[in-house]
Structure formats: C-alpha cells, structure tokens
C-alpha cells in the first residue's frame, strides 16, 4: 500500500506562483512513474505533467514553459513548480504514483489550486 500526501494548494492571484508537494509513503525502490493531474468543474481529469523514475518529463502543451515538475527520489516525493497561473489552471490538482512491479496506481486526494483576482 502507499499513501500519498499532498500539500501547496490554495488561492493566487493571476500571473503569480505555486509549489505543489506530494509525498509517497513505502518503499523508495518501488516507485516509478510520478505526475500530477488536475480537474476542472465539468471536465475531465487531465494530465498536467509527468516525471520517470529517471528524470525523462513531460508537460501538457497548456502549461510548457509555465510548469515544472521534479522529484527527489530520497523522499519520494513530486513537486510542481507553477508560474505565471491563469484562471484557466483552476482545478484540484491530484498527484498519481505507479508503485511496485506491476505500476499499479495510486493517487493522492486532490489539492485544490484556484487562480482569482
């Protein structure tokens, strides 16, 4: 089993600045693929940004250059660097770990990322 435990939601203002945590319980050797995804209201859930358990990212074209997503595999923990927000990233934000040697699953319960005036 893994938990995961997500932090750095809240509200900002447009063109401002968040950092998401999200921080993985069981064994470091067993966690693979790290990523966040985020929902809007009415919408489907989305990949925002992904990050191997080498390194190799990828970013949802709606937040290249604005998003950065890094990992310190000794904490198994994810991060998310977001700059210059716009209302359209409102969402809850949800981190998802692929664990063990199947790549199961597991996803945090969501953080909430609001970008108002």
């Known amino acids: 089993q893994v938990q995961l435990v997500e932090s750095g939601g809240g509200l900002v203002q447009p063109g ?49 250059g604005r998003f950065t997503i890094s990992r310190d595999n000794a904490k198994s923990t994810v991060y998310l660097q977001m700059h210059s927000l716009k209302p359209e990233d409102t969402a809850v934000y949800y981190c998802k770990v692929d664990y063990g040697s199947w790549g199961l699953p597991y996803w945090g319960q969501g953080t909430q990322v609001t970008v108002s005036s």
């Open 16 to 64: 401002g600045s968040l950092r998401l945590s999200c921080a993985a319980s069981g064994s470091i050797s067993s966690i693979g693929d790290m990523g966040w995804y985020r929902q809007a209201p009415g919408k489907q859930r989305e990949l925002v940004a992904a990050i191997t358990s080498g390194g190799s990212t990828k970013y949802a074209d709606s937040v290249k």
